[in-house]
């Protein structure tokens, strides 16, 4: 299977994007079956408010953080976004074949509007068309992202269809890929996703010391409305399951799914075991990743060599692609 997906420069990682994709593209990787490309998606990232001047540290850091993590560049192809011009290429000509409302109708793009309000840019809005290209230019076959990315990949499956019945068959119809959690809630609101716009206290960073994991654990909201509302205690069972990988592992989790079931789970015990089982969890990344920091020079040729990848793969689609729809003279 071709397999892609990109993930953005901005903020540091957190156990939602570990467990809802990164995960899943380390497994995926790892069958010598698939072929895989995962990006840092720079183009996507400059939507949203932010500083230039620290971007080139976010994209250094986060291709650092794919490599500590596992992604392996003689596994996988690793690159930076704006550097294949195809991308942004095949996304203009994909514009010309979706309509307004559908991108009205997307619901990050609607989420992300309400806490930009001053700047509801015009890249914002066709994020999921760039998204489109990100993904068909390499003809990918499936493409591993968290639930709240499902939406965009509808539409890449829309914008192949309807390429492929204008100009003749040239894209598969990309699936999404998701893992047994595709949405970690957030540790201080269990309605609302996991994610690094809703201020530190709300996720667990993979960088984060052990000491601050358990902080964080310690403050999670747990079970409320006297017991009633379980959501919290739900998503502190979910991670703890993710987390578990031995079989003592495992039956510790059996036993406090059991207890939180009956009502009788003890928070007080519970939660500084979750906090050191994700702390343990990161043992050998936090120290691939001291490695890698003053290796940044490594960092740069890994994405140097993936760009040359990349850029012949997207190369080939855009010569047909303009063959296709009549820009060939
Ligand atoms: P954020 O929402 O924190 O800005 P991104 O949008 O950069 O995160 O997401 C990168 C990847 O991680 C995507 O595949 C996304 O679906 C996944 N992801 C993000 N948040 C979560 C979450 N809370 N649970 C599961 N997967 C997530
Ligand atoms: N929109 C994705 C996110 O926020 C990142 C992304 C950009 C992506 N292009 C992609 C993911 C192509 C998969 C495939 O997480």
């Not at 809802?20 to 995926?28: D, P, S, T």
């Not at 490599?67 to 550097?83: E, H, N």
């Not at 591993?144 to 003749?168: C, K, S």
Request: hydrophobic letters at 35%.
């Amino acid at each position: 299977m071709k397999i892609i997906s990109g993930i953005q420069p901005s903020g540091e990682l957190h156990i939602g994007n570990y467990l809802g994709a990164i995960k899943n593209w380390i497994k995926l990787q790892n069958n010598s079956k698939n072929e895989c490309m995962f990006f840092i998606a720079d183009y996507h990232s400059i939507t949203e408010n932010y500083d230039p001047k620290r971007k080139p540290e976010e994209i250094l850091n986060l291709a650092a953080d794919l490599l500590a993590l596992g992604i392996d560049p003689k596994k996988s192809v690793i690159f930076q976004q704006s550097k294949i011009p195809g991308h942004a290429d095949l996304a203009w000509i994909f514009n010309t074949l979706v309509k307004i409302p559908e991108l009205e109708r997307m619901t990050q793009f609607k989420d992300k509007a309400v806490m930009q309000k001053e700047n509801i840019n015009m890249g914002l809005f066709d994020y999921p068309v760039l998204m489109a290209a990100d993904i068909l230019i390499y003809k990918a076959d499936a493409v591993p992202v968290g639930e709240d990315q499902t939406q965009h990949l509808e539409l890449a499956r829309d914008i192949a269809r309807r390429f492929n019945n204008n100009f003749g068959p040239t894209f598969p119809e990309p699936k999404s890929l998701l893992t047994e959690t595709p949405r970690i809630m957030s540790l201080t609101d269990p309605t609302k996703k996991m994610s690094k716009s809703h201020g530190e206290k709300s996720y667990i960073a993979l960088s984060d010391s052990p000491e601050i994991i358990s902080d964080k654990i310690k403050s999670a909201v747990s079970d409320a409305g006297g017991g009633k509302d379980k959501r919290g205690g739900d998503n502190l069972l979910a991670i703890f399951e993710s987390f578990a990988e031995t079989k003592e592992e495992k039956n510790e989790y059996s036993n406090y799914k059991r207890e939180h079931t009956n009502g009788k789970l003890k928070y007080s015990e519970f939660k500084p075991r979750l906090a050191e089982l994700i702390s343990d969890y990161f043992v050998d990344y936090r120290q691939r990743r001291s490695e890698l920091s003053k290796n940044s020079e490594f960092v740069k040729k890994v994405l140097e060599n993936g760009a040359e990848t990349a850029s012949a793969a997207a190369g080939k689609t855009m010569s047909e692609v303009r063959r296709k729809i009549g820009l060939e003279i």
